[in-house]
């Protein structure tokens, strides 16, 4: 029995159908799994951040040391005490600065005694010549025994005053020796905490002479008072100015940012070797009490905020192509090129003027092979791997 000719022909259509079919989704192109952000309104914010790492320091630190050099012979004071001001911290030996003083302060009543001799006895002769000016002038003895009278009178007084010179002289050396005495001690110039002690009681103390670096004996801060000092690039610089609105995070406290505000910026550039130069600002916490316990030396990084608009259309800033242009997402399965105009802009969020609506989906992912205009696309919906 003959098979109808109309069945071979549908027969042999299916299978060039099959055929073509099959070859089709052989070399069909592949679409490139992408990462897309839908365009929302938000805050944008134009910043700049420090080159290096900042550091908190403190308002008040002072590295104290003796004028002159000695024994350690009183220390009243451990690392991590909090002192107050005016209060004793070292004392080296100095006993035989206290002998000095002593004996110049013996000098000094012995003085004050031959003062009220001294102004004793002119007080006396000015009485005697008073007495015999009135004798004269009732004829009962002579002008010589007057003016005798008179000219001891004026001696004496001379010899009162000149004691008066010695005592002064001598309160004088008491101070000299009490400045010398002051030498060997150390107080506390502000209230603060015992940071480092270089020296132990018995052992020498020696100052640090000009231009020979000695480690201080006594580290004193100040820590109720910090503040950020970071540095920033010298291209930066002319847009920073004290009352910049700032963000402060800290390496201790990582995932969170404190408000502050910039409070100096240095007035000269630092040259570092081997890296760019840099100005210095320092900036200090809103609220100071938002951080907690805070060390000094802590390692911190500031981010100056330039300029803010809130409720703007924006984009992810790793979505933008060179030129301002962005990959949309098509509806049709295809990506797409687009132009857009751009504001303000920072790491995160780069703020859309025109070309973009609220909805559209742009590609973030854009290092990915084989992302480009026109190419099929597949959502990657896979949470990010993240950091550890």
């Known amino acids: ?31 490139v799994a992408v990462v897309v952000k839908e365009i929302e309104r938000g805050l944008v914010e134009s910043t700049i951040a420090n080159t290096r790492a900042g550091t908190v320091e403190a308002c008040q630190r002072t590295r104290l040391s003796t004028i ?112 010398e005495q002051g030498r060997t001690v150390l107080y506390a110039p502000f209230a603060g905490t015992i940071a480092k002690i270089v ?31 970071a540095p920033m690039d010298e291209v930066d610089a002319p847009r920073i100015a004290a009352g910049q609105a ?36 320092e900036a200090t916490f809103d609220d100071p009490a938002a951080p907690g316990k805070l060390l000094v030396g802590y390692s911190a990084d500031v981010e100056v905020i330039l300029a803010a608009r809130a409720n703007v259309l924006r984009v992810p800033t790793p979505a933008l192509l060179e030129g301002g242009r962005v990959l949309l997402a098509g509806a049709d399965g295809l990506l797409e090129e687009r132009q857009v105009r751009t504001g303000l802009a920072n790491w995160e969020f780069t703020e859309v003027l025109a070309g973009l609506s609220p909805g559209d989906r742009v590609v973030t992912s854009l290092e990915r092979v084989g992302v480009r205009a026109g190419a099929h696309y597949s959502v990657d919906d896979r949470p990010p791997a993240s950091s550890k």
């Open 1 to 31: 029995m003959r098979t109808p000719p109309l069945r071979h022909l549908l027969v042999a259509l299916l299978l060039a159908l099959s055929i073509a079919a099959g070859l089709w989704w052989a070399t069909r192109p592949q679409p």
């Open 68 to 179: 002159a050099g000695g024994r350690i012979e009183l220390l009243p004071v451990k690392e991590g005490d909090r002192v107050r001001k005016g209060q004793l911290l070292m004392k080296l030996w100095n006993d035989d600065q206290q002998a000095q003083v002593a004996w110049v302060e013996s000098q000094v009543a012995t003085a004050r005694k031959r003062v009220s001799e001294a102004c004793v006895v002119a007080a006396n002769a000015e009485r005697e010549a008073d007495r015999q000016s009135a004798l004269r002038a009732q004829g009962f003895v002579s002008g010589a025994r007057e003016d005798s009278a008179r000219s001891e009178a004026l001696a004496r007084r001379a010899t009162c005053e000149a004691a008066k010179a010695d005592v002064a002289q001598a309160e004088a050396r008491v101070s000299l020796n009490r400045v």
């Open 199 to 229: 020296g132990e009681v018995g052992e020498y103390s020696t100052p640090s002479p000009p231009g020979v670096p000695m480690p201080p004996a006594i580290d004193l801060i100040d820590d109720s008072c910090l503040y950020v000092k």
């Open 246 to 281: 700032v963000r402060i995070s800290l390496d201790a406290l990582p995932r969170q940012s404190f408000p502050g505000r910039v409070r100096r910026v240095a007035p000269y550039v630092s040259a570092v070797e081997k890296q760019a130069r840099t100005v210095d600002i």
